[in-house]
């Protein structure tokens, strides 16, 4: 596992403090090719999903130079996080994720992303979601890290990336793979609790389990990345945020009564998609 801290050069990016997209692109290029094609890529979709560069972009990108300190403490949480991170894998699942960890100022495409990018399997970290969805906490910082590093222990020792021709089993593969990653998040922590959004939130979520995963269920037909309600901080079901987070972590929960979790890493969508309807059948 290797690290990479790219903040260090982020205020020349800006012009007398307004984000400039060509300086932005010249440091991603100067420090880690690759990166200026993901996140380009990345924006145009959401852009042509109607989002605006002016308005839901530039505002977070800016408070970056603005909260200077803030960028700061988020750079020391993220080497305090990775140091001996290796070590605490191992001592959990008894092999490694083979990965790089890269803290960087993106476009917004996330607070975490799982990519390949130059032939490895990296985890991009940008600093100014981390900013605008106040994640730069150590504990905050610690679970980001690891929910994509369980992303990436499922590519590495099953399989992570499918296709599908339908849309029902495209989603219902990403609360699947969520779940893996939160679970891997979990025992790597040691709490099958822990979940980074709070007290408050999990307890609605547990209060809830049936009616979230009936809506997820009915959704599946018609669901797609404009009017999906259950994975994003920019969404809700029912007023709360990555409620499909705490599904999947439930649903690969349930699995785990009678499957190891390295088995439930290869699994097909046809399994996933008869354990799910089972698992609905349980708590709807």
Not at 81 to 103: H, K, M, N, P, Q
Not at 118 to 133: C, M
Not at 245 to 263: I, K, M, S
């Amino acid at each position: 596992m290797r690290t990479f801290d790219l903040t260090d050069g982020i205020r020349s990016i800006y012009e007398n403090g307004s984000f400039s997209l060509p300086r932005w692109e010249r440091y991603t290029d100067s420090r880690m090719p690759g990166i200026t094609e993901l996140c380009r890529a990345d924006l145009q979709d959401c852009l042509n999903a109607g989002l605006s560069f002016e308005e839901n972009y530039l505002p977070v990108l800016h408070a970056v130079y603005e909260k200077e300190q803030e960028t700061r403490e988020i750079t020391d949480h993220f080497r305090a996080v990775t140091d001996r991170l290796e070590e605490t894998i191992l001592s959990v699942f008894g092999r490694t994720v083979d990965a790089d960890l890269v803290l960087y100022l993106g476009l917004c495409s996330g607070a975490g992303w799982a990519v390949q990018l130059n032939g490895r399997e990296t985890v991009l970290l940008g600093v100014e979601k981390i900013l605008e969805l106040h994640w730069g906490g150590l504990s905050e910082m610690k679970a980001l890290i690891l929910h994509e590093l369980g992303h990436l222990y499922q590519e590495q020792y099953g399989v992570l990336r499918r296709e599908f021709s339908t849309g029902r089993d495209r989603f219902l593969w990403q609360l699947f793979t969520e779940g893996i990653a939160m679970v891997f998040e979990q025992e790597t922590v040691g709490d099958p609790q822990f979940y980074h959004q709070g007290s408050q939130w999990t307890s609605w979520c547990a209060a809830h389990l049936s009616r979230i995963a009936e809506a997820f269920s009915g959704d599946l037909d018609t669901m797609s990345f404009e009017n999906q309600r259950f994975f994003g901080d920019w969404v809700r079901f029912e007023g709360q945020p990555d409620t499909g987070y705490y599904l999947g972590a439930r649903f690969v929960r349930e699995l785990l009564t009678e499957t190891p979790f390295d088995d439930l890493l290869s699994w097909e969508i046809g399994t996933v998609r008869n354990a799910f309807e089972c698992f609905c059948a349980g708590i709807c």
